[in-house]
């Protein structure tokens, strides 16, 4: 496996035009009839690699729809959803399941950890399940840059929920996938951890290449990415590059119709 110090600085910046995931002309309906309800309405959206894309939206918008869809976790009704040449929409269950273990990481809300295995077994857990030995050199990195070294062998109970959810993140990137899905992964965090978590997601972008697709409702949390998506009932209305906290907030205002939190002074860290 490549040594992490060879990675291309490419993230951050929008400098590769390579597409990591896209849907086209994607639909997801729930029901049939008078009860059908239509999550996705044709949707076509390009993520590029080396980007931080946030998604957001009023509830019931279709955000975490459309994530799911994209990383594979949930089926289309129509349409095609492609991970980088991969359409995902045609692959056999086994296939998928192979495609994402190996080229996508997950972030969520829920921090997901193991209660029985320490931090660093829960990090290298997608990789054992695997098969695969992981890259020692880039593991040290990873934990190194989420300010893990002193709590490897620390269970999730022994753990903060910043620090579970630091776990989470290194667990993402310790297998190098072409792409990471984060639905809502400060939403359980107090606004300092939640913007470590964001800073740390941050800098894999700026430093690794990685690409990241995150769900939000938070403006502040938005403007860690370098895209914003818009969503509303099932379908992109809008998208905003170099995003400030105070920007998203208002544009989600307009969309919304109603009043997002307005974002606190102690993690407006990144003002793009």
């Known amino acids: 496996m490549t040594s992490a110090v060879t990675i291309p600085k490419s993230g951050g910046t929008g400098r590769t035009s390579a597409v990591a995931a896209r849907a086209r002309q994607v639909v997801k309906a729930y029901g049939t009839g008078e009860t ?3 999550a996705l309405d044709t949707v076509d959206v390009d993520l590029m690699r080396g980007e931080f894309t946030a998604i957001m939206g009023p509830s019931g918008s279709g955000k975490s729809t459309l994530m799911h869809c994209l990383a594979g976790l949930d089926t289309v009704t129509s349409g095609q959803i492609f991970l980088d040449d991969t359409e995902i929409t045609s692959l056999k269950d086994k296939k998928l399941t192979q495609l994402r273990r190996d080229q996508v990481g997950f972030v969520f809300q ?10 660093l077994e829960n990090i290298t857990l997608p990789l054992d399940i695997a098969g695969r030995k992981p890259d020692r050199q880039w593991l040290d990195q990873v934990v190194e840059t989420v300010g893990l070294s002193g709590r490897l062998k620390h269970r999730p109970t022994q753990l903060s929920g910043g620090q579970q959810q630091r776990v989470a993140v290194a667990r993402a990137l310790a297998s190098r996938p072409r792409i ?3 639905d809502e992964p400060t939403g359980n965090l107090d606004s300092r951890a939640g913007a470590e978590i964001l800073g740390f997601l941050r800098r894999s972008v700026d430093d690794f290449g990685q690409t990241i697709v995150m769900v ?4 502040v949390a938005a403007s860690y990415a370098d895209r914003v998506i818009y969503l509303a009932d099932g379908r992109i209305v809008d998208e905003m590059r170099t995003p400030t906290a105070e920007a998203v907030l208002d544009r989600m205002l307009r969309f919304s119709g109603g009043h997002p939190q307005t974002p606190s002074s102690d993690t407006r860290g990144r003002t793009a």
């Open 36 to 38: 059908r309800v239509v």
């Open 180 to 182: 990471i899905f984060g």
């Open 110 to 119: 829920a921090f997901n950890l193991v209660p029985t295995l320490n931090a």
């Open 216 to 219: 939000t409702h938070d403006p």
